[in-house]
Structures are given as C-alpha cells and as structure tokens.
C-alpha cells in the first residue's frame, strides 16, 4: 500500500452519498481462476486479490463508507494443493507485516475474526497487537 495513494478521491457524480452503505462485505474468491483465464499462474491471482483490496479499501475510506469486511480464507481452502496454501500463508505474513503499518498511520482499524489457530505462528502476535485497537474512520474486518 503506497502512502497516501489514492484510487478514486471523488464519489461518481452518479452515486448520492447520502445512499451509500455504512458497511460493505466481500468475499475473496475467483482469483486463482482469474489469472489462469489469462494464462498465469494462480499465485499472481492471489496477488492482485490483495492489489484490489486494497483499492477497495481506499475506495471506502474516500466515500465515508464506516466498514469493510473481506471473507479471505475460508476452511475448504485447507484443501488446496500444499504450494498454494503455503503461498498464501507467506502472502498474508507479507502482508501484515509490511502494509498493515500503512494502514494504521492512515487511521484504519484492523479486527481480524474467525478461527485464527491455524494461521503461520509469525502472525499470530500481529493480530494482537495495536491494529486491533479503535482508531478511526474505516474498520477493515478480515475473515
């Protein structure tokens, strides 16, 4: 996540901000096959996947929408070849540690939920630590 880069800094004049939803939820899915369709591999899918939320995200927070909840890794995902999983594990380590410092100083409240045990244990004190705590603005809940 660059510093203040910003995706789309106006709401489309279309789009009444007096419309817009206090909490938007996504569900992570179709990446793998997305870069497949295109003839890559399914690891540069995943990659995009955490591009694209982040410009989700961005999107949000210039819209004033409160919350963003992404659905990223369901159980059933276990069940993927061990070279996936391990890539998504080592893309998620990247990600927490790396790009979740910019997300706080750009005052977003990081809650992670679900069944966290089985996550890469470097994560693991991460996800206790100050991204849990209130800020403001846009909360980020990742599944």
Request: aromatic share 6%.
């Amino acid at each position: 996540m660059s510093a203040k880069q910003k995706v789309l800094q106006e709401l489309p004049n279309d789009l009444n901000p007096n419309r817009l939803p206090r909490h938007v939820a996504v569900i992570m899915d179709g990446n793998g096959r997305w870069a497949q369709q295109r003839g890559l591999p399914r690891t540069m899918g995943h990659r995009r996947g955490v591009d694209t939320l982040k410009d989700l995200l961005r999107c949000c927070q210039d819209w004033g929408v409160e919350a963003l909840t992404a659905y990223a890794f369901s159980t059933e995902n276990w069940g993927r070849p061990v070279e996936e999983v391990d890539f998504l594990m080592t893309l998620f380590e990247r990600v927490l540690m790396q790009e979740l410092r910019e997300m706080m100083e750009e005052q977003v409240r990081i809650q992670f939920v679900g069944n966290l045990n089985a996550l890469p244990a470097l994560c693991k004190p991460e996800l206790k630590s100050p991204w849990r705590r209130p800020l403001k603005i846009v909360a980020l809940y990742l599944m």
